[in-house]
């Protein structure tokens, strides 16, 4: 390691220890030219991940993106910026640990909506609005009765017990004359 001092580089390590919560290794140093300490860190090297769009064309996977279009589908939803950046987090570390350099978008879209299916229904239904460009009504009513079937498969088929009380609303068929 060159010297930032007197740019010699020859020098020795006093000290190495575990830094950033593991992610990297600081080492002190002393120059064996001037004397002068100096500290530097090590970090693993990560390759660039790439995403694989729909027309073929590739760019580098971006954090930021995925995490604004979570955060715009969990938006008025008890959706918690933490669960929010946990989710992210843990969709970045799968496709890390793949250990390859490309991603089909239709992949991390998804994933991301069977996450969210599981967080958030309404999110999820404003994420699959987008990824999978509905136009009109029905392909609302399409992926909102798919969920509803998903969540049925997952209790057994039972259907959601029925809420006691009064009706949240009612519906009148007499209209107003005009």
Same mark, same amino acid.
């Given at each position: 390691? *060159? ?9 020795? +390590? #006093?000290? %190495? &220890? ?6 990297? #290794? ?11 300490? =100096? %500290? ?8 660039? !991940? ?10 580098? =996977?971006? &954090?930021?993106? +995925?995490?604004?279009? +979570? ?7 008890? +959706?918690? &910026? /933490?669960? #929010?950046?946990? !989710? ?5 570390t799968e496709l890390r640990n793949r250990l390859a350099t490309e991603v089909a978008?239709?992949? #991390?879209? /998804?994933? !991301? ?7 958030d229904e309404v999110a999820y239904v404003r994420f699959a609005s987008v990824y *999978? *460009? =509905? ?7 399409? /992926?909102?009765?798919?969920? %509803? ?9 039972k259907k959601k017990p029925k809420r006691e009380g009064p009706p949240l609303f ?9």
């Amino acid at each position: 390691m *060159r010297c930032p001092f007197c740019g010699q580089d020859d020098d020795k +390590v #006093i000290d %190495t &220890r575990s830094s950033r919560g593991g992610q990297s #290794i600081r080492r002190r140093r002393e120059c064996l030219a001037c004397g002068r300490r =100096f %500290t530097t860190y090590e970090t693993v090297e990560e390759p660039e !991940l790439y995403v694989v769009k729909s027309d073929g064309g590739r760019e580098p =996977f971006d &954090r930021e993106k +995925v995490l604004a279009g +979570v955060v715009k589908a969990c938006e008025k939803r008890p +959706v918690s &910026r /933490e669960r #929010i950046e946990e !989710l992210v987090a843990r969709l970045e570390t799968e496709l890390r640990n793949r250990l390859a350099t490309e991603v089909a978008s239709r992949e #991390i879209g /998804e994933w !991301l909506m069977a996450e969210l299916a599981e967080l958030d229904e309404v999110a999820y239904v404003r994420f699959a609005s987008v990824y *999978r *460009r =509905f136009t009109d009504s029905s392909q609302f009513a399409e /992926e909102l009765r798919r969920l %509803t079937q998903t969540r049925r498969a997952k209790r057994g088929g039972k259907k959601k017990p029925k809420r006691e009380g009064p009706p949240l609303f009612e519906l009148d068929d007499r209209s107003p004359s005009r």
